[in-house]
């Protein structure tokens, strides 16, 4: 009997590998668009981040850096103008410059930063840049906040303060 074998070129395509091939292909275009949208945007979580260490650094250098001319930082300065000390070594105009100043430097762009410090009832609020429009903080913000301890020595009484401070950066 004759062997009933039917042989099949390697090059024959049948409708089935067509449809494949056109499906993977519009699959390797797709994949490409979307590469390329998400290729410039940055990813949400990294930015938060960058902007939480941004004002924590923000923090940091009011915590420590010493006012120009004077050998307090600026939120001890600012606390001792806010505990009403009998004479503030800085007088409180001066120092909302100085702030704003340092602020306008380092801050982010298109950012704000709001400083607050209270002490009992007393508070001190500095908006930069204090022109901006809308509610102020948003949703979207960052903040850092710690205390500052300043002890007043005065005739006869000696006291510890402490200042709660924070500093908040959101969208301008």
């Known amino acids: 009997m004759a062997s009933l074998t039917r042989k099949f070129a390697r ?6 590998d067509v449809l494949a091939m056109a499906f993977m292909f ?14 410039f945007g940055a990813i949400s979580s990294a930015t938060d981040r960058q902007l939480q260490m941004k004002t924590e650094y923000l923090y940091k250098t009011l915590e420590l850096a010493q006012v120009e001319n004077y050998s307090l ?3 001890e300065a600012v606390a001792e103008n806010l505990i009403q000390v009998t004479e503030p070594v800085i007088p409180s105009d001066y120092l909302h410059e100085r702030i704003d100043n340092l ?5 982010p762009p298109n950012y ?6 209270t002490y009992e009832n007393a508070s001190w609020t500095q908006l930069y840049p204090s022109d901006i429009s809308g509610p102020g903080p948003t949703a979207t913000q960052f903040t850092f906040s710690g205390k500052v301890t300043i002890i007043i ?5 000696n006291r510890v303060a402490q200042v709660d401070t924070a500093l908040t950066l959101f969208k301008s």
């Open 153 to 157: 020595a005065e005739a006869g009484e």
């Open 112 to 117: 704000a930063a709001m400083v607050e410090l």
């Open 26 to 39: 519009l699959l390797v275009i797709f994949a490409g668009v979307l590469l390329h949208a998400y290729r």
């Open 73 to 75: 930082s600026y939120f």
């Open 11 to 16: 090059d024959e395509r049948g409708v089935s």
């Open 103 to 107: 602020l306008a430097y380092l801050r």
